[in-house]
């Protein structure tokens, strides 16, 4: 039995970047009639961490926050036999099965085959290993009851599970970002998980589409050297997949582009190594891909390939660290550098005098160096914003640190339009556990 | 000239680290950013922002080349206190360098 069945080609579609990722051009996607699958990527490093401090508030929460307004959405699509992919259950997987199952039985559509993941909560797992915190130098034990969660990055294989099934949407947490994409490529296509180049350009593709109108135009402008149609109604990027290529193009009449620059910049976004690109599925190597403006914003992409899969899981742990204080407040005209420079030094006597020896105390110009630092030469400017970030144990004393932004009203003359916020410091930092180690777990319930 | 006149770039992270892939758009340039972008360049122009190494990867397939910016991010988007947590702004920073 051949391992890749020949000829076949996938339409596979973007329908979410992000946690806060927009509906419309999902909704687009899904009324298009163009692709078979859509592939919704709900996470990051960072919304993965506000997640778990969701749950820590409510048990029952932690899970994707737009289902309940994405789903009428996506009704025609679901009606039609459209499938889903997604990790819309974040830090609770199961949550998220029940916002889609009471939503689509609101929908009158009973009978959908929804497909959902477990596992990929691996606390108990790096408790027990005492995992290697890296980019911490230091171990899970050495952080004690700080460590608050753990999710490991689950890749294709439980996606494939659950489409054999004929599960018509399936939703996990930690599912890696490609991952959501691969699973579904190579169960349409053929492809063997363990078809290593196969994998690796059913990566490319994943990748591509997995940040959305990364591929069509968003974080991309810089005009006037780069400038695209409509950048305020971006579309989503598809995908038509065949053995040896793929063509990301875009939905007529949406904003944006899709051409020889926006594939280039998201080919190597958040790529290390080019050679050498892990995820759960495979070792991805995209250094030969070649792409292909073909116009018509369709770009043909080939070239990518894969070796063996690694042999340990990612993990992101979650870290307690307390609270984080921020507060801003501006000054304009002549002057403003030194007032502000002055404000700095009062806020720094009344913090220093506030705050524990082990906190963390950041202040910035906005406007002069908050970004890249202090740089020779930069110009006088206009106007800068001082802001201060702080990061406590305390959330009294995040508190009280803000509020000493808001009493520099009473600082140097002309401060104006204070704006502060206190919010939970939840880290995440990178562990790795074997992956034979981490036992998942798929089930395919009906609405 | 600033390479902004002739490439274009994105920046990402992933932890502690960010990466900027740097592409020309004239792929007669390619020799030139290949020889002057070089890791000590860019790691002397973003100065105190990276604290660990900076490791060059070309990419002549396409034109580019990809920089891997190790501790770079004040302890990464989660934990950093920077206003720009993700380095989303280095995209634009290597843009500003002369070639």
Redesign the interface.
Known sequence: MPRRASGGTLAIGSGSAYANDRLAPAAAMADSGRVSYIGFDCL???TM?LAHVRRRRNPASGQDERIRRLLPLLRGYLAAGGRVVGNFGAANPDAAAADFVEGLRALGLAGVRLGVIRGDDVLDLVLAQDAELP?LGTTVAALGDRIVSANAYIGAEPIVDCLREDAQIVLGGRLADPSLFVGPICHELGWSLDDWEAVGHATLVGHLLECGVHSTGG??E?PP??VVPDPHRLGFPLAEVSEDSAVVTKLDGTGGAVDE?TM???????????RTYLTPDVTADF?????EDLGGDRVRLS?ATGREWPATLKVLVGVD?GY?ATGEISYGGPGCLERARRAEEILRAHLDELLDPGD???I?L?GMN????DKEGTAYPEEVRL?L???TESEELARDAAHEVELLYFGPAGGGGVVTSVVPA?????AYVPRELVTLETEVVTS | MKL??IA???S??????S?I?V?V?DPADYPLLVERLTADRVRAH????VEGDVVR?E?P??H?L?F?LDRALG?????T?????HG??FQ??V?DMEV
């Open positions: 990051a490093e960072r961490a980019e974080n991309f810089d050297y780069r620059r280039k910049t998201q080919l190597y976004y958040e790529i290390h190594d080019p250094s030969q891909v070649r792409v070239g660290q984080r963390h105390v950041r910035d906005q908050s970004l890249f630092g802001r970030a702080v990061r939840l880290g995440v930092t990178p | 902004r006149e274009y770039s994105r990402g992270d992933k932890g502690d680290v990466n892939c592409f758009d973003f100065g105190g922002l990867y990419l397939n396409v580019g990809n891997v302890g990464g988007v989660s934990m206190l920077r206003v720009d947590p989303k702004s634009s920073h843009l």
